[in-house]
């Protein structure tokens, strides 16, 4: 019987990878606490919002920390439902920023009857996953057609299309009241639990030897028993298990996995960071023409806001086009 050190206990904006061996699995488990509040609560989305745009980063995070390169992955929807956008931006390994788009009409219309349903708030459209390895590489994108689906059977229809790997994903987000200094307020947690069947030449010949760290007299499955095994216990998450800050991921992993093994690796860290800065947004507004510049002047000054962490940058005119 394996034994999981219980090394993230209470800890958030975490991605926890993890092996398998005897169903030749590999995965990762997300949570995402501080990170996602954040996010939310400086742009003040509504509660439907926020439950898909925190289910979004926890899918982006399981994404982005299986890539072995410095680069940048973007999941980005844009749909013909009451949240038309989403956007997720990861910068390897660890920083992620997040914004929304959302007609508040529609989301009105739709708590009117009832309708908060993820799937249908999202609507018809596309959902993009951008890979960016950098200036001297060519970017990456896969698409899914969104067709009434939630985020979770679009991941599926992701890997089935771009990476042919037997892939479940599973996403939970809820709101929750938390103590702090001024008193009880509102946060925002999300969770995500990603399997893959992984399966190495050769890795089933063997049948007499012992598997691993698996209980005495266990048998290593066939390779689609396996996935089948795999599938199966992954789909018996409950949401308030990847949600719960009582439940650790390891304990959550021994749940599923500790009759066949589950061994875990370092955690890494997630952190809630916008790439913009003063140098980068001068030099957005540097391409604009003078008479574009000019237009965009506003008592006295152009101001940008970053989209993703609201921050204003102010700017004279005369640093770009000098008063004559």
Known sequence: ?????????????????????????????????????????????????????????????????????????????????????????????????????????????????????????????????????????????????????????????????SEQIDTRVRLAAAEEVVPGENGPHRAWRAGGMMVQHLPEAGSHIHRDLPPGDAPEGTTTPDPDDAWLEARALADTVEDDELVDRTLSPERLLYRLFHERGVRVMDAMRVHEHCTCNRDRIEKIVQSFTAEERRDMVENGAITVTCEYCSTSYKFAPSEFDPVE
Do not use: C, W
């Not at 609507?123 to 979770?152: F, N, P, S």
């Open 1 to 161: 019987m394996s034994i999981i050190p219980d090394i993230t206990h209470g800890a958030d904006d975490i991605v926890l990878p993890f092996h398998v061996d005897e169903l030749d699995l590999r995965g990762r488990v997300v949570r995402l606490g501080h990170s996602v509040t954040t996010m939310i609560d400086r742009h003040g989305y509504p509660p439907e919002v926020s439950r898909l745009l925190a289910e979004a980063t926890a899918l982006t995070m399981l994404l982005a920390s299986g890539l072995k390169f410095d680069g940048r992955l973007i999941l980005q929807t844009q749909t013909d439902g009451p949240v038309r956008m989403l956007v997720v931006d990861v910068s390897t390994p660890d920083k992620v920023r997040a914004l929304a788009r959302f007609d508040e009409s529609r989301l009105e219309a739709a708590r009117l009857v009832g309708d908060n349903d993820p799937a249908r708030l999202l609507g018809k459209g596309q959902l993009v996953m951008t890979i960016d390895q950098g200036q001297d590489m060519q970017r990456y994108q896969g698409i899914v057609a969104l067709e009434g689906q939630g985020l979770e059977e679009a991941a599926h229809q992701y890997f089935q299309q």
